[in-house]
């Protein structure tokens, strides 16, 4: 061992030391800031398909990929920075002779020909990524980026190390092959011989050259170290064990998604009939009543802001951007940490639980920080502004679009649920709407004896259930469908179409009432699961004696039939709930409904949130309209997974919208765009919105919105009266 290597050698020794020593503190803090949470015993259910789920989400990378050209270069990066650190821990023994090596493999043929090909592809990967960050910077001229409140520097120098680690790897090798010390043939490692070929003859370049290598690395480790909130390098660790502990591993997209997580106090569901607001916990106030799942998905965010792009608040000036409001509570999680950690906290009638001893050494920093409002304005010095939380949709195209499978929905609506049901905090239009819900059993609050008006001038009787015994569907009708204009004319044509291709069917009429969903996305539980229970009982009774697979459900409102569907099993309702798109397209299929004169105008389809991306249906309505258009539909932009929210969900139906562009306006913009004159939806909201953001763009005369099962009745029945202009709705 000559000068050269003893130096390196010991350099590389004392930074790493250093480095790994503020890694295991780092950890150490991570884990124990994440342990301050909730428990969620759920998570550790199904173990093999979390696994499964896991290995086939970062190996195969199946979020990212969706992403084109920054999925397949993200992958490259990821493969070389797991198989090329191999390449760091042979540079150790690199800095202690220039012709050393990993032991074993580190001379197989194989072993260069492949961490050379992920080298270089590793490379290529780096500089797109670099390219699409630059790209897309937020201080470029013209839109919003999706890196906007990123800390940039963070992704710089996260890029710009695994950029040297790479380029020191070839120049390590590049040294091997000047000093004839290489042992791999030219054919397994062209790249590393063409940067030899360039490389001076000198015997100690290997050894300085690994030991810069090292440097960068472990400059690499100690930095994030002294940033545990630094998502965008830490996600490489904590990515793996978030996905495996999402909600719902076996789901094909974000766990998120579909049912919302019940309301829980100390990882148990919650009682309402037993629970005490003193002793139980209803939502989220502080950060630390977040399940520790809940802080491990903070401290995974990667900044990515693909959630933001996707976002319809943010995309139309609301102050909501998914990825800020993971950050912001990151972030106070993490400066509120060192005064929870001392014993710090109030329980759940406000009052302190450490004594002064254990509060007396702590920052003045933390101090302040565990004195913010979780929920509060610029002025009470909140975390999340109110406008923050009442902007989101609950579309969900943040937990679609999020690479390592953030929760964002569960969160605001864990949120929402203490200001809602605690302080009694909510958007004032929307109070109008929980009462009619509590009182009337509606949103609109009309008269629970007008359910059945919709079926008044039809040419065939529509059964109830308790009149008729032998039916094959139960017709869930919803609120909307029975009260709002506009949605009786899907209902009845539903209905029409049901009868035309002879399926058994009957309906609850005034035993019928809300499943519940505006009530749950606003945060009142209580409501959600007093309505709700009402309904398990009246469909249990309905289809009692029958299985599940008997136990058939057709409902024409999305928010419905994600609620029966995915949510009455939570209270023992067990039902087989089929969207009416779906059955339509299932009697066209089998020949039970043959449209016969073709709808023509061109046709473009709005993709609902609770129909496509959190329950995945996107063919059915795209079958039937092309069967009753007999061609091809007009495909929007944003369309399927990436479809954009009419503004509706997450019970906004029932709340102003004040800030920024309307997100309705702003789809139907692009709904005309397309040329189409006929825009068909599969939801009553989405047809109100539309509706109304057409009428407002003075197009009522151009462009009509209906529904996808009356483009199918004006094929199959072309006698059938049109139904005219659109009426006012009731409320909404």
């Known amino acids: 061992m000559g000068s050269v290597q003893i130096v390196t050698t010991i350099l590389a020794a004392a930074i790493t030391a250093v480095a790994v020593w503020l890694a295991v503190r780092a950890v150490l803090k991570m884990v124990a800031v994440i342990r301050l949470g909730q428990p969620a015993p759920e998570?550790?259910?199904?173990?093999?398909?979390?696994a499964r789920t896991m290995l086939v989400e970062t190996a195969g990378h199946t979020r990212m990929l969706k992403w084109g050209v920054v999925g397949a270069a993200h992958w490259f990066v990821m493969v070389g920075f797991v198989v090329l650190s191999l390449l760091v821990l042979e540079a150790y023994f690199e800095v202690v002779t220039t012709d050393g090596g990993?032991?074993?493999?580190?001379?197989?043929?194989?072993?260069g020909l492949v961490t050379e090909i992920i080298g270089v592809l590793g490379l290529v990967g780096i500089l797109v990524l670099m390219a699409i960050r630059l790209r897309n910077r937020p201080t470029r001229p013209g839109g919003r980026s999706r890196f906007t409140g990123s800390t940039m520097w963070q992704g710089y120098f996260v890029e710009w190390i695994v950029l040297l680690v790479l380029i020191f790897g070839f120049v390590i090798r590049g040294f091997k092959v000047a000093t004839d010390h290489f042992e791999f043939p030219f054919w397994a490692t062209p790249v590393s011989h063409a940067v030899g070929a360039v490389l001076p003859d000198w015997a100690d370049g290997v050894s300085v050259a690994a030991a810069i290598k090292i440097i960068i690395s472990m400059t690499w480790l100690i930095v994030i170290s002294l940033n545990v909130t630094m998502g965008v390098a830490w996600h490489r660790f904590l990515a793996f064990p978030n996905i495996f502990f999402k909600r719902e591993p076996?789901?094909?997209?974000?766990?998120?998604?579909?049912?919302?997580?019940?309301m829980t106090s100390q990882g148990k569901p919650l009682d309402f009939e037993e629970a005490d607001p003193e002793k139980d916990q209803f939502g989220v106030a502080h950060v630390e009543q977040f399940s520790w799942k809940g802080l491990l998905d903070f401290s995974t965010c990667t900044e990515c802001g693909r959630c933001q792009s996707q976002c319809p608040a943010w995309n139309t000036g609301k102050p909501l951007s998914p990825k800020l409001?993971?950050?912001?509570?990151?972030?106070?999680?993490?400066?509120?940490?060192?005064?929870?950690?001392?014993?710090?906290?109030?329980?759940l009638t406000g009052e302190e639980k450490a004594t002064q001893a254990q509060l007396a050494h702590l920052d003045v920093l933390a101090l302040a920080e565990a004195d913010k409002p979780l929920i509060g304005t610029a002025e009470e010095g909140g975390v999340i502004d109110p406008d923050v939380l009442w902007s989101c949709t609950t579309c969900g195209a943040c937990v679609e679009q999020?690479?390592?499978?953030?929760?964002?929905?569960?969160?605001?609506?864990?949120?929402?649920?203490?200001?809602?049901?605690?302080?009694?905090?909510?958007?004032?239009?929307?109070?109008?709407?929980?009462?009619?819900?509590?009182?009337?059993?509606?949103p609109w609050g009309a008269p629970q004896n007008t359910r059945e008006d919709w079926t008044k001038g039809l040419d065939f009787e529509v059964p109830r259930v308790g009149e008729v015994d032998d039916f094959e569907y139960l017709f869930w009708v919803g609120c909307a469908g029975a009260f709002e204009d506009r949605a009786k004319k899907t209902t009845r044509a539903v209905a029409t179409l049901l009868n035309e291709a002879g399926v058994k069917f009957a309906i609850l009429g005034e035993g019928e009432t809300c499943s519940g969903?505006?009530?749950?996305?606003?945060?009142?539980?209580?409501?959600?699961?007093?309505?709700?229970q009402q309904n398990v009982e009246t469909l249990n009774e309905a289809f009692e004696g029958r299985e599940k697979a008997k136990r058939k459900i057709v409902a024409t409102c999305p928010h419905c039939f994600n609620t029966l569907g995915n949510e009455y099993g939570q209270l023992g309702g067990e039902f087989e709930v089929v969207h009416h798109t779906q059955l339509l397209a299932h009697l066209v299929a089998t020949g039970k409904l043959t449209p016969v004169q073709p709808v023509d105008g061109g046709v473009t389809y709005h993709d609902p949130c609770y129909l496509g991306r959190h329950n995945r249906v996107f063919a059915a309505p795209r079958e039937v309209l092309g069967d009753a258009i007999a061609g091809d539909l007009t495909e929007m932009p944003r369309n399927s997974e990436r479809s954009f929210c009419c503004g509706a969900g997450g019970a906004r139906m029932w709340m102003e919208e004040k800030i920024g562009k309307r997100i309705n306006v702003d789809r139907v913009e692009e709904a005309m765009a397309t040329g189409a004159k006929t825009v068909a939806v599969g939801c009553p909201f989405?047809?109100?919105m539309l509706s109304d953001g057409v009428n407002g763009k003075g197009a009522g005369e151009q462009v009509e919105v209906i529904d996808v099962a009356t483009v199918l009745l004006r094929s199959v029945k072309p006698e059938q009266p049109q139904g005219g202009k659109e009426t006012a709705p009731i409320g909404g």
């Open 517 to 532: 969903d505006p009530a749950r996305r606003i945060g009142n539980e209580f409501v959600f699961q007093m309505l709700a």
């Open 402 to 442: 999020c690479p390592v499978d953030i929760e964002h929905v569960d969160h605001i609506v864990d949120m929402r649920r203490y200001q809602v049901l605690i302080e009694s905090s909510f958007p004032s239009e929307a109070g109008v709407m929980l009462r009619n819900l509590e009182n009337k059993g509606n």
């Open 43 to 50: 998570r550790f259910s199904d173990t093999v398909a979390r």
């Open 686 to 688: 989405c047809s109100t």
């Open 250 to 262: 076996a789901r094909p997209a974000g766990s998120g998604l579909g049912a919302l997580r019940p």
């Open 325 to 347: 409001l993971i950050l912001s509570l990151r972030d106070h999680a993490y400066a509120k940490a060192p005064y929870l950690l001392a014993g710090g906290g109030k329980d």
């Open 102 to 111: 990993l032991p074993i493999i580190g001379h197989w043929t194989i072993f």
